[in-house]
C-alpha cells in the first residue's frame, strides 16, 4: 500500500489540533476524530505509550496539501462498538501494569473524553473554530471539570479547589466582561467573512456560466445581425440552454421521459430550422419502445411542418394519460390536401403511420387546403 | 370606438418599451411602472382598463401588485404576462386574481386581443396555461377537506376545451371544432379560472404555498 503511495494517512493542514496526527488518521481509520484523539489521549495516560505513539507518527506521516475528506456519519451502534473497544483497551492498559495509577488514570480519563467531545468535529466539519455545538461544549466542559475535580479529591486537596473557586471565578467574569465583546466581534467578523467568500465563489461561477453562454451567443447574434433567422434561432437556444441552468437541468442529460424526449425533439428541430416549437406536455411517463416510436414519429410531424407549412410557430402537445399517451402536432400553415399526396412523398405516410402501426398505436392526420396540419399520435400505455 | 387604456407594470425600461412598440396603436399605454409602488400609483391616478403585470418584480412581484389593488379596486382587470415557466409562478399569479397569463414571446397582435378579452371580463388561458391547469387538475386526487368538491373538478366539456387550447386552437377555432358559439367557450374558460382561484385541491395550494401566497 505504502508503495503505490497511499495518498489517505498524511497529516492535513486545516482541523488539525497539534500536529494534525489524528485528523489524519481519521480518513485511513475510519474513525472520527474526536475518538482517535480520545485514544490517544488514553493512550498517553497510560504509561505514556500514546505520547510515543503520537511523536512517532508526527516524524512518520508527511504532511498534506489540503483538509481531508470529511467522513461520513456513523450510526450509533458502530459508535458504541467502537467506544467499547477503546474502554476495553484502556483497562487492559491498567491490568497489565502500563498505568500510572487509578488517582491519575480514571480522572484523567474522564477529563480526556470531555476534551474529545469540545474538540471533535461535528460531522465531519474542517475547521477547529468552526461551529462547535453548545451541547457538545457543555457537556465536555462539565466532563473535564469532572475529572479535575475527581483528582482533587482523590489526593486530598479538594479544599483548595474550594478556596480557590472564589478568586478565578471572579478573575474569570473580570476577563470576559474585558474580553468578550471583543472575543464576540471577532467570531462574528470570521462568519461574515465566510459568507463572504461563499458569495463570491457562487458569483463566480455565475458569472463563468454567463459568460460561457449567454455573453457568446449575444457576440453570435451581433456578428449575425442581418439575419433574422439565424438571430431567432440562436436566441431561442439559448433561452433554453438558461432555463435548463436556472432549473438545475442538465441540458446535455439523458433522456428518460417522454415528455424529455418531446422537448428534446422540439429543442432540435426549433435549431435545424428555425421554427419556434411551444411544447405543453401534461403528466409524464418512463420512456419505452412505444413512447420511443411516438416521439419519433411526432419528430417526423414536426419536420414536415417545418418544412412545407410555412410558419414561424408550430404548438405540440402531449398528454399521458392513465393508459393513453396522445401526441398533437399542430401548425397554422397552408395545410394540404390529403388525397393529392404525391405517392413518393412517402414521409408521412411512412415515418409516421408505419411507425405508429407497428407500435400498436395509431396516426391521423387532419388538413386541408389553407386550414393548417394537425397530426395526432397516439399509445397505449400498457399492451 | 375608443381605445382600451392599459398600464404596464415590468421592472425592465428595455422590455416595456418592446411592449410598447409591439403593441403600436392597437391600446393606449397611459403609465409605465417600474415596480410594486409605482404601479399602485399609477393604478390609482388613471384608472386603466387593463393592467398587464410582470409575475417576478423586487419587492414583491405581480402578485403583490393584484392583492393590493384588489384590495380596494376590485373591478380592475390583470393579464399576468412572464418569461417564467414555473407553474407555481402561474397559478399563484393567478390566484392573485390575475385573469390570465401570457408568455412574454406572445405577438403584438395575440397580445393587445388578449388584452381585449381581458378588458372584456373574460379569461385568457394560453397553451402552457392550459397545459398546467390540465395537470394540476388530473383526474383522480382532489383535496379532501374540501369545502366545495365542484370547484375540485372539471367538467368533461372544460377538459375538452382546455385540451383544444393546450393544443394550440384559438377561441375561435376550439368553438368551431366542437360546434359551440365563441361565447360558450369564453364561459368554460372562465368557470375554469374561478375553479383555479378558488379551488382547495392539494395541487393548487401547494403550489400556491410554494410561493408564500395562500
Redesign the interface.
Known amino acids: 500500500m505504502a508503495a503505490t503511495g497511499h495518498s489517505l494517512t498524511r497529516r492535513p493542514r486545516q482541523g488539525r489540533l497539534v500536529a494534525g496526527v489524528c485528523a489524519g488518521l481519521e480518513p485511513a481509520v475510519g474513525v472520527p476524530v474526536g475518538l482517535i484523539r480520545f485514544a490517544f489521549l488514553l493512550g498517553g495516560l497510560a504509561g505514556g505509550v500514546g505520547v510515543f505513539g503520537y511523536l512517532a507518527a508526527v516524524v512518520l506521516l508527511p504532511e498534506a496539501d489540503g483538509a481531508v475528506a470529511p467522513t461520513r456519519r456513523r450510526d450509533p451502534i458502530e459508535l458504541a462498538a467502537l467506544i467499547s473497544i477503546i474502554i476495553g483497551g484502556f483497562l487492559l492498559c491498567r491490568s497489565s501494569g502500563l498505568w500510572l495509577g487509578d488517582v491519575v488514570g480514571f480522572p484523567g480519563a474522564v477529563a480526556a473524553a470531555g476534551v474529545a467531545l469540545v474538540w471533535g468535529r461535528p460531522e465531519g466539519r474542517a475547521a477547529v473554530l468552526g461551529p462547535v455545538g453548545p451541547l457538545r461544549v457543555a457537556v465536555g466542559v462539565t466532563l473535564v471539570t469532572l475529572g479535575a475535580a475527581a483528582f482533587l479529591a482523590a489526593t486530598g486537596d479538594i479544599g483548595v479547589l474550594g478556596r480557590s473557586l472564589v478568586p478565578v471565578g471572579v478573575v474569570v467574569a473580570g476577563l470576559s466582561l474585558v474580553a468578550g465583546p471583543a472575543v464576540g466581534r471577532l467570531f462574528e467578523a470570521l462568519r461574515a467573512e465566510r459568507r463572504e467568500r461563499i458569495r463570491s465563489e457562487e458569483r463566480a461561477e455565475v458569472s463563468a456560466h454567463l459568460h460561457d453562454s449567454v455573453l457568446q451567443t449575444l457576440a453570435l447574434i451581433q456578428v449575425r445581425s442581418g439575419d433574422d433567422r439565424e438571430v431567432q434561432r440562436l436566441a431561442r437556444r439559448q433561452e433554453r440552454e438558461l432555463r435548463a441552468w436556472l432549473q438545475g437541468r442538465d441540458p446535455a442529460g439523458s433522456v428518460e421521459t417522454v415528455a424529455e424526449l418531446v422537448e428534446a425533439i422540439a429543442a432540435e428541430v426549433e435549431d435545424d430550422h428555425a421554427v419556434r416549437v411551444e411544447v405543453v406536455t401534461v403528466g409524464d411517463a418512463p420512456l419505452d419502445d412505444r413512447l420511443r416510436a411516438l416521439g419519433l414519429a411526432g419528430r417526423e410531424a414536426m419536420l414536415n411542418a417545418a418544412h412545407h407549412a410555412g410558419v414561424d410557430s408550430i404548438d405540440a402537445y402531449l398528454e399521458v394519460e392513465q393508459d393513453l399517451v396522445t401526441l398533437f402536432v399542430r401548425d397554422r400553415g397552408k395545410g394540404f390536401d390529403l388525397e393529392a399526396v404525391d405517392p413518393k412523398r412517402r414521409g408521412l405516410t411512412e415515418s409516421v403511420h408505419g411507425r405508429m402501426e407497428r407500435a400498436g398505436g395509431r396516426a391521423e392526420v387532419r388538413t386541408a387546403p389553407g386550414e393548417g396540419t394537425e397530426v395526432e399520435l397516439a399509445v397505449t400505455r400498457h399492451p | 370606438m375608443t381605445r382600451l387604456r392599459v398600464v404596464l407594470v415590468d421592472d425592465h425600461q428595455l422590455f416595456r418599451s418592446g411592449v410598447r412598440a409591439e403593441l403600436g396603436d392597437t391600446v393606449e399605454v397611459v403609465a409605465e411602472a417600474g415596480d410594486v409602488e409605482q404601479a399602485l400609483a399609477a393604478i390609482d391616478l388613471h384608472r386603466p382598463d387593463v393592467v398587464l403585470v410582470d409575475v417576478h418584480m423586487p419587492g414583491g412581484g405581480g402578485g403583490a401588485v393584484i392583492r393590493r389593488v384588489h384590495a380596494e379596486r376590485p373591478d380592475t382587470w390583470f393579464l399576468a404576462l412572464s418569461v417564467s ?2 407553474p407555481e409562478d402561474v397559478i399563484a399569479t393567478i390566484r392573485a386574481g390575475a385573469r390570465g397569463y401570457v408568455t412574454k ?1 406572445i405577438s403584438g397582435r395575440d397580445l393587445a386581443d388578449a388584452i381585449t378579452r381581458i378588458a372584456d371580463g373574460d379569461a385568457v388561458f394560453s ?2 396555461l ?2 398546467f391547469v ?2 394540476a387538475f ?2 383522480g386526487g382532489t383535496s379532501s377537506t374540501s369545502a366545495d368538491p365542484e370547484l375540485d373538478q372539471l367538467t368533461p366539456r372544460e377538459r375538452e376545451v382546455l ?1 383544444l387550447i ?4 384559438a377561441y375561435k377555432e376550439v368553438a368551431r371544432r366542437l360546434s359551440l358559439s365563441v361565447k360558450t367557450i369564453e364561459t368554460h374558460v372562465s368557470s375554469v379560472l374561478r375553479k383555479l382561484q378558488l379551488s382547495s385541491r392539494h395541487e393548487l395550494t401547494r403550489w400556491a404555498t410554494d410561493r408564500k401566497i395562500v
Open positions: 415557466d414555473a414571446t397553451p402552457r392550459a397545459g390540465l395537470d388530473a383526474e385540451r393546450a393544443r394550440g386552437y
